[in-house]
């Protein structure tokens, strides 16, 4: 899961006490381009599967609340497909504007998509190859 999340320059990696599930925490830490690492903690709200999740960022996990928002991931059947939709909830006009000068919440959500996107179409391609 760490090669799916975060921007296409960035690597994650989870830290050893993950939970991830309903009510649980799931703490990682993604490694930007300049070798710095950003800690990153966030909680399951609800999570139906296979086809909803719904969580909250809660900053760095260290006690540091920057970041106020949800996340709200759909998965929906279409055809012989599924469509994804990627919502980041914010509290306000302000905290979003400040996510994204801080953080380029507005970027960083299109590229977590894209990102999640190419390492679904690798399990993809890894399933056909074990049916062969």
Known sequence: M???LGLTT????????????GGG?????MHGPDGHGYKNKVQFLEI???HYIRYKHCGDGEGDPDVDFEARITLEAVGAGTNMTFEQVFPSREELEKAD???????????H??????YLETLKQRILYDRT
């Not at 925490?25 to 830490?29: A, G, S, Y």
């Not at 998509?113 to 190419?118: E, L, M, P, T």
């Open 25 to 29: 925490t799931w703490e990682f830490v």
């Open 101 to 111: 000068k801080k953080y380029m919440a507005v970027e960083g959500g299109k590229q």
């Open 10 to 21: 960035y690597s994650s990696v989870l830290l050893p006490d993950e939970a991830a599930g």
């Open 113 to 118: 998509v894209a990102k999640f996107g190419r």
């Open 2 to 4: 760490p090669r799916a």
């Open 48 to 50: 139906q599967k296979p």
